[in-house]
């Protein structure tokens, strides 16, 4: 079983569309919580970083962490056809230094 | 400022043959990792530099994987005796120290045939 479960989708939705994307972890040394997004032959790019339960906004992007139930969300309102892309979980331990564990990714396109 | 280089940006080769996996990170940037993205898998951990320490090689998947880092900056990561299964896009990151911000390179996607 991976460490860190994401649905690989597809993910399709018309622009203007919320988009909830989730991953849920087994371990619960898992302490950091972060988003990458990831465009088609690029590298992934650090969208939001968390490190307690609780909900962290930024723009159109909320962050969700919730430890109890070993589940984060990422949220995007107002969705765009620019938003398409693969979106990325990854987390880390205290202990582990900075080694990231990742999701699979899910791909998301946003349709005008 | 530059981001982080990879090159080649491709990569064809025949199973066997070795080859060299060439990342140049951001100027500054003491810690360096490299990270492998295979078709359902997401990304996976190979190894991790930090200054001068011991490099942290827990992630890689056999002895035919090593890297190194000259002089605190370039990275090659090398693979011997080329699988089919080794191919995979594998993608380098910097940060300006540990447990900062990684900073990923637009990644060498190699194909063993």
């Known amino acids: 079983q991976k460490e860190v479960e994401q649905d690989p989708g597809p993910l399709s939705v018309p622009e203007g569309a919320i988009v909830s994307l989730n991953c849920t972890y087994s371990n619960s040394a898992f302490q950091y919580f972060m988003w990458y997004r990831q465009y088609s032959r690029k590298g992934p790019e650090l969208l939001m970083y968390t490190y307690s339960s609780g909900n962290k906004e930024d723009g159109r992007f909320t962050a969700q962490v919730d430890k109890s139930s070993k589940y984060i969300s990422l949220f995007i309102r107002d969705s765009q056809p620019s938003d398409s892309a693969t979106y990325l979980c990854?987390?880390?331990?205290?202990?582990?230094?900075?080694?990231?564990?990742f999701g699979e990714g899910t791909q998301l396109t946003v349709n005008p | 400022g530059a981001g982080v280089s990879q090159s080649p940006s491709n990569k064809v080769t025949e199973k066997g043959k070795d080859v060299e996996l060439r990342c140049d990170p951001i100027?500054?940037?003491?810690?360096l990792y490299w990270y492998r993205q295979s078709l359902g898998q997401g990304l996976e951990f190979l190894i991790y530099f930090q200054g001068n320490s011991a490099p942290d090689k827990s992630g890689l998947p056999s002895d035919r994987f090593s890297a190194e880092r000259t002089g605190g900056s370039v990275s090659t990561l090398t693979i011997q005796r080329t699988q089919q299964e080794d191919s995979a896009v594998y993608l380098c990151?910097?940060?300006?120290?540990?447990?900062?911000?990684?900073?990923f390179g637009p990644g060498t996607r190699l194909t063993v045939l």
């Open positions: 990151a910097s940060s300006l120290a540990t447990k900062d911000t990684q900073y």
């Open positions: 990854a987390m880390n331990r205290e202990t582990s230094g900075s080694r990231l564990t």
């Open positions: 100027s500054g940037h003491t810690a």
